[in-house]
């Protein structure tokens, strides 16, 4: 059975991110085609749609529906739909949406842990631009011009973002005018 | 946080107010610590209704806010084989009478064995209650070149996690933190599967987000594991660990010993120049400081067994010893399971039996039950250290070791394999082969054990004991003592039986011989008198049923009512005064022999009989038990006075 679990969605309650294996399915962007179990449900409105990303497959509750009451349906289908990763097509891609996915990603992360390392800390981390897979951000407070803040970018915000996000290409920090992790892997 | 954890005390006003927040995990994964952090050692202990399972609740304050903190039993799953888990999954459900549904939880995982315990945690999880993932040992995961980021294992399950080093007091402030916004503590929006090939799925998923590496093999333990758990140098280990283990029990005790002995010889000659009612300075010489001053003379070498114990645990060997002993279990038909039962038997008989409701097998169950009281329980150490003392003396050696550890040693082993072959012949006894449940033995790498936990341990074995000491014994004794001295003699009478009533010893002895104890005693003897009991030892015996230990106060108060000044001489020099072996020394070999034989099997603990009733629900189970306990030791009392009798001459 291929490894599958999910994670909510940074602000919005009806979608939930399922990582799965990066690669697996090898196309990204929003689904058109899927194996005949996870069909079943765009179908039948189970789920209003679903979007393919490197690292993970967001699925949009229909209408009507919940988690708790159709959760448990909706990830059979992705186990039987993992299945087969040739039966999934998805619609043309133009590089827009990889940002989009980013953004959010990245939103979550500020709002979450690594916004919150940085407010104990007495400093800020803003969200300035995400574009080809570059993400940049603005530190401020007492995180601007600190020896430790390029630790904490590097550690708590690419790491965390390069897990759900291969297609990660660096994290910038506009403030010091200088890539905080192009030497990343 | 404010380091200000306080105890509840009686905790009513708390517990009603407070938010009531459950511990739970598995055994060794770092529960207790964190329990006794946040509620700084001040936890209470109980017991759930109608169960003998013990229950931990403390009050814990962080800044202004105090909750209720309840270290459930720990458990590997919640799918409730064994009684211990389903009183966890009562308590998560809120089926337990005047235990609350909890609140919230804290599940505490071990980084080490992480892909084990992501299983109970998803079982957790499924529960819908506001949870927060406690991780610890995530330093010895590193120290092992293993890996694990935290920081991603919280979004991955959706629940907060922080890392706790226990031991180390790491995290506990961040958790106390935590705490404060337990009602806004996410729910996963779906909870992670219940079918289990899903459930691998997801708890693989979630490591590989989460940057898991599993820990490699403890270098030091793989190499000293080699050589404990070897099937002949392993053996050969654990016997010497056990020899060191009783030795180091008698020489570093007895200096102790000697200064407690001191302080209530002392007060005696206190009492003895004050008091001048000779009543009431015999109540208290004799009952008070002879009685029960006499079992407490224990309490360095109760303390030292439980440090020992404690520190063997915390070390990691005991998992190794009952690894061992799991071959030697199974030729009694039990698993390694039952051993860690009758391990705890060591200590007491009643934590060993409850400790029976981690077996699956109702058979396994009820032959446990029925060994765990012949295991040497810390309640025989007086008797045999005194036994011992008037048998073998103090300077004698066998080779490299004292002798007297040596026959301690031999007692501890004598009660060790008479449990096997009761626990073999019990299971014999029963009905067909059950199913053979998988057994899980946890190997814990070689830690330094924490000396705060070690110290915990000492100092709880030391307050039950003196709890039973100033209950149990005292009212006994103080029972004894009236039977001892009652009826009242007039002084004509005495002179008139010919005693010298100038001379006190005198006076007392005749009060002895001639009280309701001595009637009681005598009456009984004629059961008793194959194995060489006069009636003062009778009496001791029979009064040694309501706990051990009295028996040990009961001799006191006799030799303190002949010398007060040397009780220990006095018993020496007793003599039978009537019957066959008038004149003789009371307190020979054969004798000696016989009574260290009879504490080995009899069952003389009331509370063992009460909770194997507890424990089977029916009063079949405790019957049986003290009925071929007690004709058991008497048959192997007269076996060891008479193989005593022929090989002394």
Redo the contacts between chains.
Sequence with gaps: MIPLHPQAYPGDGNRLRWIVPAGLLGVTGPLRGAPAALAALLTDGTLAGATVEPAAVVTTLGAGRSWAADGPRIRDALHAALAEPAGWTVAADDGRAADATLRVLVRGLLDGTAGQFARSHGGGIDLVDVRDGVVTVRLRGACHGCPAARITLHQRLERQLRRQCPGLRAVVDASAGAAAGRDAP | MSAGCHDGGGGGAVATAAPHIALVGAPNAGKTSIFNALTGLRGKTGNYPGVTVSRFVGACRVGPHRYVIEDLPGTYGLEAVSPDEQIVVDALDGRLEGVPRPDALLVVVDATSLRRSLGFVAQVLARRLPTCVVVTFTDELTSRQGAL?V??L???L?VPVVAVIGHRRRGITELGDRLAGWARW?V??????TDL??R???V???L??A?YRAAEQHRVTRRVDSVLLHPLWGTVVFFAVMVVFFQTLFTLAAPLQDAVAALFSWLSTLVAAHVHSRWLASLLGDALLGGVGGVLVFLPQIMLLFLLLSLLEGVGYLSRAAFLMDRVMARAGLEGRAFVALLSSFACAIPGIMATRTLPSARDRIATMMAAPLITCSARLPVYVLLIGLLVDRSARIGPFGAQGLVMFGLYLLGAVSAMVAAWGFKKLGDRRGPLVPFYLEMPPYRLPSPRSVLIAVWTSAGSFLRKCSTIIVTTTIALWLLLNLPLHSTAQMRAAGVDTGRPAAVSTYTVEHSYAAGLGRLVTPVFEPLGFDWRITVGVLSAQSAREVFVATLGQVAAAGDPADPAAALRAMTYPDGPRAGQRVFGPPTVAALLVYFAYALQCMATVGVIRRETGTWRWPALAFTYLTVTAWLMAYLARTVVSLVGG
């Excluded at chain 2, 996963?188 to 599967?193: E, K, R, S, T, V």
Aim: aromatic letters at 8%; zero cysteines; charged letters at 15%.
């Design positions: 980021d920081e991603a919280g979004p991955a959706g996410p996963p929006a779906l909870a992670p599967p090939a899903q691998d799925a997801w693989e998923s979630v590989a987000f940057g």
